[in-house]
């Protein structure tokens, strides 16, 4: 759903941890799911993608989780790297008749430090 | 990946005044143009639907007639921002997509101050 809130959530890891950053879904019958980054000042960087078909993804030190059970979604970012910091978005995509519409969650300020 | 432009980058403006913005899908055609706002340390928040060649589809609480959404081609869409006024300086952001089962790109974003 949109977001309400003022202050986004907030994740600072040490260079080379791994980072998991989580989101929860509202729709049940959100069908696709997208992560994107965000650094200041500019639009969206896609990440990584998975359908509801599934329950894992994995790409170049990215890995998605999805758990349809109690609608939830974790982006893992293995060996995390100060270029890695930026504001992070789930999205679920709600298939609809007249095409689809992309909804985004809150968001988690990931902090990296050196 | 495809390329979706926004122009401009940031714009400074007069209360009253009206602001456009364009989004261009640069190497593909774009059925569907979408339409954001995102304030400080929110959430992209999804304004409108936009199709080529038909009217675009509001979500609630956005004011059609405040923007102004036009679809003409299928490589532009543009918002336009009528009697602009302090509490709608926001980021604004596109995205477009090819096809509905492809993923949407994002233009890079629209900063409107207004004074």
């Known amino acids: 759903g949109e977001s309400v809130g003022l202050h986004l959530p907030t994740l600072s890891v040490q260079e080379g941890d791994n980072s998991i950053i989580n989101c929860a879904y509202s729709?049940?019958?959100?069908?696709?799911f997208i992560w994107y980054k965000q650094e200041s000042g500019k639009g969206p960087q896609f990440i990584i993608d998975?359908?509801?078909?599934?329950d894992k993804r994995q790409g170049q030190r990215v890995t998605v989780l999805l758990n349809k059970t109690v609608k939830h979604l974790s982006l893992q970012i293995a060996a995390t790297q100060p270029g890695d910091s930026a504001v992070y978005f789930c999205?679920?995509?709600?298939?609809?008749?007249?095409?689809?519409?992309?909804?985004f969650g809150e968001g988690t300020q990931l902090t990296v430090n050196p | 990946g495809a390329v979706v432009s926004q122009h401009p980058s940031r714009v400074i403006c007069k209360s009253g005044t009206s602001v456009k913005i364009e989004c261009r899908s640069l190497?593909?055609?774009?059925?569907?143009m979408f339409w954001y706002r995102q304030f400080p340390k929110q959430s992209l928040m999804l304004m409108a639907t936009?199709?080529?060649?038909?009217?675009?589809?509001?979500e609630q609480g956005v004011e059609k007639d405040k923007f102004l959404i036009n679809h003409a081609s299928l490589t532009l869409s543009t918002l336009t921002v009528t009697s602009a006024h302090p509490e709608d300086s926001s980021f604004y952001i596109c995205?477009?997509?090819?096809?509905?089962?492809?993923?949407?790109?994002f233009g890079s974003g629209t900063q409107l101050s207004v004074l």
């Open positions: 190497d593909f055609q774009a059925t569907t």
């Open positions: 936009s199709n080529e060649g038909s009217k675009a589809t509001y």
């Open positions: 998975i359908r509801s078909n599934m």
């Open positions: 995205s477009a997509r090819r096809t509905v089962n492809e993923k949407l790109f």
């Open positions: 729709n049940s019958a959100s069908d696709y």
């Open positions: 999205a679920e995509n709600q298939a609809e008749t007249s095409g689809s519409r992309l909804t």
